[in-house]
């Protein structure tokens, strides 16, 4: 295919389907803080003083190195000046440093602030020093991915399944308006079986199938096996082994670009096609006719919302075990309105002057 440049600053329309929608990539992003180092207000934003005794949040992410996690930083800190905490977020520099995140936790542990917000990298590694947190009176709030205990404040994440589902109901509007019925067949791409979210939402995707549109049938539903590449060839191949196959369903970020990719080699626009996240790529696909739908997150959200949760739970409040921080379904045809800078450029649309 030929090289692009791909286009990411956008405007769109967003339809809403949970509460807290919002957040995508956006197309720049500021600078990293060293770590450990408290929110500063943007220039020209004054941020609310932290009076004396107000709440000390620690904010523990999965990496610094990720896009992803920049934007969940920005909202977090966002939230602290907005809140009047005093916030300090921390990281190891990329997902694969498990140790090193839970070295930054126990850490943040013994410096006793008065909640913690972590990502877990992973499910079980980090239990002790939640547990150990927990049992020392300090609440710790998991946002994102859960960890193998319930002795947490609360857990704040996209609802997995409801992706699913909704990529499902997505499809079947496509298959609508591009064949007249709600019916045929489709293919699907998980990026890898037995990552705990992306099973979530193939299964989502299957139920609606099954409960509400029976008249789509899933021809094949390929496993990338977590390796980049292989999704190209998979759509290759489903347009060859499948060639009255009227649409395509792409569960993350990986598997949706190279989808894009795929149909873009092939010149095909007639397929239905549903992707999830945001990547450069997917929203080119979304602008140039080879998306139908792309459902997003809520990063942002999920940083400011962390902080929320962390300050009522440092004052003894009762928060609910899971808190869905939202996702929401963009369209073609919603590109056109210019509402969607908040889901697809979350960091500008929130560093925003408030108006007067």
Request: charged letters at 20%.
């Amino acid at each position: 295919m030929a090289t692009r440049a791909w286009q990411w600053c956008m405007a769109a329309t967003v339809a809403m389907v949970i509460p807290w929608a919002g957040c995508g990539k956006p197309a720049a992003q500021p600078a990293a803080k060293p770590v450990g180092e408290p929110a500063a207000a943007p220039a020209g934003q004054a941020a609310k003083p932290a009076a004396a005794g107000s709440p000390r949040i620690a904010v523990v992410l999965k990496a610094s190195e990720s896009e992803f996690w920049q934007i969940v930083k920005h909202g977090a800190e966002t939230a602290g000046r907005e809140l009047g905490a005093t916030v300090t977020v921390q990281s190891p520099v990329s997902e694969s440093q498990v140790e090193k995140q839970i070295s930054v936790v126990e850490n943040a542990v013994s410096a006793k602030p008065d909640a913690i917000v972590l990502a877990p990298t992973q499910s079980s590694p980090l239990v002790p020093a939640i547990e150990a947190a927990m049992a020392q009176g300090l609440p710790v709030v998991t946002i994102d991915s859960k960890a193998d205990t319930e002795k947490v404040a609360s857990f704040l994440a996209s609802d997995n399944r409801r992706i699913g589902t909704i990529a499902a109901d997505e499809m079947a509007k496509a298959l609508t308006a591009k064949t007249g019925a709600p019916a045929g067949k489709v293919a699907a791409i998980t990026f890898f079986s037995g990552a705990a979210s992306l099973e979530m939402r193939k299964q989502g995707f299957e139920e609606r199938l099954r409960e509400k549109y029976p008249q789509i049938q899933i021809v094949d539903f390929r496993d990338a096996g977590g390796q980049t590449g292989k999704s190209i060839a998979f759509v290759e191949n489903f347009l060859t082994a499948y060639p009255d196959l009227k649409g395509i369903f792409a569960n993350n970020q990986p598997t949706g670009e190279e989808t894009v990719r795929a149909l873009d080699d092939a010149k095909r626009k007639n397929l239905a096609v549903v992707v999830v996240d945001a990547g450069e790529q997917e929203v080119w696909g979304l602008r140039n006719g080879y998306v139908d739908a792309m459902i997003v997150q809520m990063p942002w959200k999920m940083g400011y919302m962390g902080v929320e949760y962390a300050i009522k739970a440092a004052k003894g409040e009762k928060l609910p075990p899971f808190v869905d921080t939202g996702i929401a379904a963009i369209s073609p045809e919603m590109i056109r309105s210019g509402a969607a800078e908040e889901y697809l450029n979350p960091v500008a649309f929130h560093s925003k002057p408030a108006a007067k």
